[in-house]
């Protein structure tokens, strides 16, 4: 029977109706979750329709085993986000035959032995990028790359270190598109590593590595020795009993430097490395491969190379009767009977991971690639597979902590809220050790079970001590899934299920949401321009159990509040002194050290903090994390980088409804050196580039008395912003020539025909206060202009800036000049026909 399928307005509208009129809602169902195939068609109308397919193929697997879970009862536990939440790539792949993918949210790879060598660095961002384009986020560590400076049997003769990889791996990450979104990665380090500050710095330079996150393995002997000013040893390799290299450090300085970066930056997050390493159930297996060396983008997930994990979260606030009253109680009978469900739901979508590699597998031994090409990713995939069975991790985490604790009239982040809430935690970890037991006795236990191996393990001590016959029965029967439980980022699932994220507090009860525009839209207004460029509006949204709040108070929904009265309602209500900007830091670190004891893997949590944080502050609290539990930490201090969500109050940088970048430029500017060919003659552009974007542009002719010649191997330099001794601004271009030396050229503005240079500067204005480069592309191409030679410019402004242009960007109107398809997109400059292959540059 062939499928219906729908229109995007159609899904939207009926999704709007889902969601109770949540527009912001409804768009992130239909554009990440909705049933589509890979020409964007859509088969399903709501996610009603979505939660029916999940259930199916759920229940289909749930034949295989003894006392199956229906369909239906799936249902009641799906619907509405109201209980059990399938988190991303199972919420979008189980069921979905249109699409070749993995169920898997993370992975981590990596490689021993030849991991060192160009080969084995090469092999790691192949199979990243073959993890990838599958959908799922991938980490890896470079602990095993050495030290810059030390020798190497190549041409090279001594290695180039950590920070050129990183590069390399982030760039791949970027150039690998998943359904709209780029790639996910983390690249992590061990602080024992010689380069691991270089590693520290290497995001602060502006424009690299953003393909990823980068996160520090720190070990207890560094953060003793950071407390206390002691040094510290680095060596190479780091694990080794007769290192290579040795290098001894101040540990001080080294802290203060991932102190100082997080603050300014958010980066690096730190891993408390043998915190994990000693609480990890898998790592009592590290001899059969489950040694864990890295985490996944988000830091929740240590895994060890080759295994893979899907998340899942349980809505905590539905689990509340009566929110926001007097008689609001916790329904802890109906929360542990779902979790036992949502472990047992959990392993059968690990079933459904198999089938799904089976596929991938089938696919690329049909693919028309030759063997030598394909090998690499079907043993990337053979090994996937294997650990993932081997294993049978599981990944059940929770969301909406914050509106669960405010529905129980419990302040986030006092003592009595950070008691509960453990409560909860450990409540979960019972009960779903005791399903991962049940499935043991009904399915058997993961292969490699050895109860004598995990007898010290601190977390499974801690299970022993609250359920002893639960120990019992596990030493007896063995357990189903080697670790179960993680708190990992739920930002659209929580869109969703309309509640808080993860075990965060609400962001804020009442706030304004930026929303990306198209700023030559004439109906838009554009509330914000960040530093890329990209506009928005801005508009005021209430959180939705605020609203419920209020409706239990008596209070009138209405939109015409003004901040006082909003600021009023806030006060009385169970969010106030509770957001993530009021909230005690010091005692959100504490709770989530108490969560931690009842997660085997780990939490992704962020401290917000305001902007004029000190350093000092932020230094704490990382060291409380490490003395408290917590397996890492991240920070984010408000203005660190862009973000989408702002206060609802009023901000006094703004001129009408616009926001604007300030435009002040730096006295140098890196440039791009672009040549191209108009007709018969030669013409050269200079690109200043600001972030890696640009900037600014100069362009003329390249070889006749009235243009400007440079060395025909020069494609880089400087543009320099100089003053004359008459108070005359200009700009010279610097390079290096062949010997070494620096070379100006003054007065690029005087080397160009002067009407150029008058166009030049607008286009220059337009860049710098960023609009896109598409949109440059589009004032350019529309400019009427009666001078040929103009004409012949503007040309030449338009090739120099297509090679800005993101990849993936569409040509909007333009046809393909073979198939006639409006399917053309720009790829490295040039225009890519995604229907035919054909190629056009220039």
């Not at 915190?275 to 159930?281: A, G, K, P």
């Not at 902590?401 to 950070?418: F, H, P, R």
């Not at 435009?663 to 050269?684: C, H, M, S, Y």
């Amino acid at each position: 029977m062939e499928q219906k399928i729908y229109t995007y307005d159609e899904a939207f509208e009926s999704s709007l109706k889902y969601f109770d009129g949540d527009e912001l809602a409804a768009r992130v169902w239909v554009n990440k979750y909705a049933l589509k195939d890979s020409f964007g068609h859509i088969y399903e109308l709501n996610p009603g329709d979505m939660h029916r397919r999940l259930a199916k193929e759920i229940a289909r697997i749930e034949e295989k085993y003894k006392n199956p879970l229906s369909e239906e009862k799936l249902m009641s536990l799906f619907e509405n986000f109201q209980y059990v939440v399938p988190q991303g790539s199972p919420m979008s792949g189980i069921g979905n035959n249109f699409q070749i993918g993995s169920l898997s949210n993370c992975f981590v790879i990596g490689m021993d032995g030849s991991a060192d060598s160009y080969g084995g660095i090469i092999k790691i961002d192949e199979e990243q990028v073959q993890l990838m384009k599958r959908r799922g986020g991938v980490g890896h560590d470079l602990s095993h790359i050495r030290p810059k400076g030390t020798p190497v049997k190549n041409s090279a003769l001594t290695s180039t270190g950590l920070v050129p990889f990183m590069e390399r791996y982030s760039n791949s990450t970027r150039e690998v598109a998943q359904d709209g979104r780029r790639g996910a990665l983390m690249l992590s380090v061990s602080i024992k590593h010689p380069d691991s500050e270089a590693f520290i710095d290497a995001k602060m330079a502006e424009g690299k590595v953003t393909g990823a996150n980068v996160s520090v393995k720190i070990s207890d002997d560094f953060m003793k020795a950071a407390v206390s000013g002691e040094p510290f040893l680095q060596q190479y390799p780091v694990n080794a009993k007769n290192p290579k290299v040795t290098k001894s450090v101040d540990a001080q300085k080294i802290w203060k430097k991932i102190v100082h970066n997080a603050w300014k930056s958010a980066e690096p997050g730190v891993l408390f490395w043998d915190t994990i390493i000693r609480e990890s159930l898998p790592d009592c297996y590290d001899d059969l491969g489950f040694r864990t060396v890295s985490t996944n983008p988000c830091g929740e997930i240590p895994l060890c190379p080759y295994d893979s994990c899907r998340l899942l979260a349980i809505n905590l606030y539905s689990y509340v009767v009566k929110p926001f009253t007097k008689d609001a109680y916790f329904d802890f009978d109906l929360f542990r009977e779902h979790v036992i469900l949502a472990q047992r739901i959990m392993d059968d979508i690990i079933d459904l991971e198999m089938e799904k590699i089976d596929k991938i597998l089938e696919k690329i031994g049909s693919d028309p690639e030759i063997e030598e090409v394909k090998q690499t990713e079907r043993y990337l995939w053979e090994k996937i597979r294997t650990k993932t069975l081997m294993g049978r991790r599981t990944g059940v985490g929770t969301t909406a902590e914050g509106d669960m604790l405010a529905a129980l009239g419990l302040q986030y982040g006092t003592e009595k809220a950070s008691d509960f809430s453990e409560f909860v935690h450990k409540s979960l970890a019972l009960a779903a050790y005791r399903s991962s037991v049940e499935m043991a006795k009904e399915r058997g236990a993961f292969e490699i079970y050895d109860a004598a191996r995990e007898k010290n393990n601190p977390f499974m001590l801690r299970i022993k001590e609250a359920d002893p016959q639960l120990y019992e029965d596990m030493v007896k029967y063995g357990r189903r899934n080697i670790a179960c439980l993680t708190i990992a980022p739920t930002g659209t699932t929580s869109l969703m299920t309309q509640t808080t994220s993860g075990i965060e507090p609400v962001f804020m009860p009442v706030y304004r949401r930026r929303r990306k525009v198209n700023p030559n839209d004439p109906k838009v207004r554009v509330d914000f321009v960040d530093e890329s460029g990209d506009a928005f509006e801005e508009y005021v949204v209430f959180h939705h159990k605020f609203v419920t709040w209020m409706k239990t108070q008596g209070y009138e929904i209405k939109n015409n509040y003004t901040q006082d009265e909003i600021d009023e309602l806030v006060s009385k209500s169970p969010y106030y002194k509770a957001t993530s900007n009021d909230v005690d830091w010091m005692q959100k670190v504490k709770m989530q050290g108490r969560v931690q004891k009842w997660v085997d893997h780990s939490i992704s949590v962020t401290i917000n903090l305001p902007s004029d944080v000190t350093e000092e502050l932020v230094g704490k609290l990382y060291v409380e994390a490490w003395k408290c539990g917590c397996k890492g930490c991240t920070v984010y201090r408000d203005g660190s980088r862009s973000g989408v969500l702002i206060s609802a109050k009023s901000d006094d940088k703004k001129d009408g409804n616009i926001v604007h970048i300030d435009p002040k430029r730096p006295t140098e500017l890196e440039a791009d050196v672009v040549r191209f060919q108009n007709n018969k003659e030669k013409w050269i552009a200079f690109i200043g580039l600001k972030d890696g974007n640009p900037y600014e542009i100069f362009t003329g002719l390249a070889d006749d008395e009235d243009g400007i010649l440079i060395p025909k191997n020069i494609v880089k330099g400087k543009i320099i912003k100089a003053v004359d001794e008459d108070g005359n601004k200009r700009y010279d271009f610097q390079f290096i020539n062949k010997r070494g030396y620096k070379t100006t050229i003054e007065g690029l503005s005087d080397k160009f025909n002067p009407e150029y240079w008058n166009y030049a500067k607008l286009i220059s204005g337009v860049l710098r206060y960023g609009m896109p480069i598409d949109q440059v592309l589009k004032l350019v191409s529309g400019l009427e202009l009666d001078s040929q030679s103009i004409n012949t410019w503007k040309n030449g402004v338009e090739r120099a800036l297509k090679k800005y242009l993101p990849n993936g960007t569409k040509a909007s109107g333009q046809k393909c000049p073979n198939c006639g398809q409006e399917t053309l997109i720009y790829q490295e400059g040039c225009l890519i026909c995604t229907s035919c292959g054909t190629s056009k540059c220039g």
